[in-house]
Nanobody, 125 residues
Framework: QLQLVESGGGLVQPGGSLRLSCAAS????????IGWFRQATGKEREGVSC????????NYGDSVKGRFTISRDNAKNTVYLQMNSLKPDDTAVYFC??????????????????WGQGTQVTVSS
């Protein structure tokens, strides 16, 4: 069974930081590109960041560039999303997803067949 489990979400004040983790089980993570997505209440799901199989290529949404960093540790079968300078608009459920791509990565949700359950991030005073 292919599973992805997000963790690290929570409540943080504006300007604070969180690091999300996406742990894989049932498959070898280095065979997959990984994307991070988020969905705020009443809004469509949007791409946040993605990372290629080997970690050499990354993409970021315009709203998070310069603040978020994606990385992967294939030995630990885990992908991370470091989130700094958080804003209230970052409040959302954050999902990780895996896709068996051979090159690069995309931030299109429909290209990812495997999804985690999500972790809530709330940025508020």
């Amino acid at each position: 069974q292919l599973q992805l489990v997000e963790s690290g979400g929570g409540l943080v004040q504006p300007g604070g930081s969180l690091r999300l983790s996406c742990a894989a089980s049932g498959f070898t993570l280095d065979d997959y590109a990984i994307g991070w997505f988020r969905q705020a209440t009443g809004k469509e799901r949007e791409g946040v960041s993605c990372i290629s199989r080997g970690g050499a290529r990354t993409n970021y949404g315009d709203s998070v560039k310069g603040r978020f960093t994606i990385s992967r540790d294939n030995a630990k079968n885990t992908v991370y999303l470091q989130m700094n300078s958080l804003k209230p608009d970052d409040t959302a459920v954050y999902f990780c997803a895996a896709a068996p791509t051979t090159l690069g990565c995309t931030m299109l949700p429909l290209t990812y067949p495997n999804w985690g359950q999500g972790t809530q991030v709330t940025v508020s005073s």
